[in-house]
């Protein structure tokens, strides 16, 4: 019988976001396979995916990080945690847990494979803060030293090997989507709709992303306003931590004759079912690396109008509207050109968009890939 290869995940935490997410969903096809056996050790204390990891059967470990005073002993932990499991892969996701999986060569044989997954686009090296700065020009310095170094995109395997890190062992892994999750579901619909009180035939214009600069809410909410002014029957519904009405800057965006018409939802827990709810998706960010919302709307049958940000291109094809980085009056003409297609024609591109993601970056497709990596020698 074939002897399973061990992988060690290091990650910095596992609390909500992208690396984390992908983990999650990568451990939730791998961990069931018969080819491999998963185990998780987080830097710092675990946030909320340590109990779905762990539900999946996978052991979820820590370093308990707290602060660099604790330094030296997380990786005396992290060097006796490597000896006791004996894994045949170290695989670090993101800066911090690329550099302790290097560390842990330390003690490990020559033979076991250390693989760095990068989880970050480099538009602007001047705006990282100095810790990440220090970071990215060291982990450059050391990158030849690991077996290979995985990016989500393309344009960030470009960027990070213009700010040294070695070529030849770059490699592209984009995300994968759970497409039996992110489909289009009438139940779902409805459920939303009905929370929402938003009527079945008004078009739901979605906008999903944390609070922050670079995801340019404001450009969102300035493109989105003349559209909601030349259609009565186009309503916004904006997700993401700090998108609501607490948040006094984004809502005095909104002009108050528009205020009922968006619908700021906070953080959410049921994005599959308000993607299903949802007509379009729109992305006015300035900087992405892979970007998952994309992805899972195309998955929920969602037509997608996006800024040329990271890898949104490539994901979008030819079946979205892709317009430049700040160009908030681009955005507002293609969210108006998707409203004013007829029925058909939307339809047609609510299918091909689905098959879009399923045709290229499925979680089974993705997975594959990686297990392939951790098996080859």
Request: glycine content about 6%.
């Amino acid at each position: 019988m074939k002897r399973k290869v061990k992988v060690l995940h290091i990650i910095t935490g596992l609390g909500i976001g992208g690396a984390e997410t992908m983990l999650y969903k990568l451990l939730s096809r791998l961990s069931q396979e018969e080819q491999s056996q998963h185990f998780v050790l987080s830097l710092i204390k675990p946030g909320p995916y340590k109990e779905k990891i762990t539900d999946l059967g996978v052991t979820v470990l820590s370093l308990n990080m707290q602060s660099l005073l604790s330094l030296p002993a997380a990786i005396w932990s992290l060097l006796s945690t490597v000896r006791t499991i004996q894994p045949d892969v170290v695989q670090g996701w993101m800066y911090h847990g690329n550099l302790f999986a290097s560390i842990s060569q330390l003690v490990l044989p020559r033979t076991v494979k250390i693989v760095w997954n990068v989880r970050h686009s480099l538009y602007d090296f001047s705006k990282e803060t100095t810790a990440t700065k220090w970071l990215i020009k060291f982990s450059a310095k050391i990158s030849s030293f690991c077996d290979q170094i995985l990016y989500n995109s393309s344009i960030s395997r470009t960027q990070h090997e213009q700010a040294g890190f070695t070529s030849c062992l770059g490699k592209v892994i984009p995300n994968g989507f759970e497409t039996d999750l992110f489909c289009p579901n009438m139940q779902f619909r409805k459920k939303i709709r009905d929370e929402l009180k938003i009527g079945d035939t008004k078009k739901i214009i979605t906008h999903i992303g944390r609070f922050h600069a670079a995801k340019n809410h404001l450009g969102f909410i300035r493109a989105v306003i003349p559209v909601l002014e030349k259609n009565i029957h186009a309503e916004v519904v904006m997700v993401g931590v700090n998108i609501d009405s607490n948040n006094e800057f984004l809502t005095s965006q909104i002009p108050p004759a528009l205020r009922s018409r968006f619908h700021l939802l906070g953080l959410r827990r049921d994005i599959p079912e308000i993607m299903a709810a949802s007509d379009m998706l729109a992305m006015s960010s300035d900087t992405e690396g892979f970007p998952n919302v994309i992805g899972e709307a195309m998955s929920s049958g969602l037509p997608v109008v996006t800024t040329d940000a990271g890898e949104s291109r490539v994901v979008v094809g030819d079946v979205g509207i892709v317009v430049p980085i700040g160009d908030m009056e681009a955005l507002s003409e293609g969210i108006l050109s998707l409203i004013e297609l007829d029925i058909e024609t939307f339809e047609d591109l609510r299918y091909k968009s689905r098959q879009q993601i399923i045709l290229n970056y499925s979680l089974d497709a993705i997975s594959s890939q990686y297990q392939e990596l951790y098996e080859s020698k």
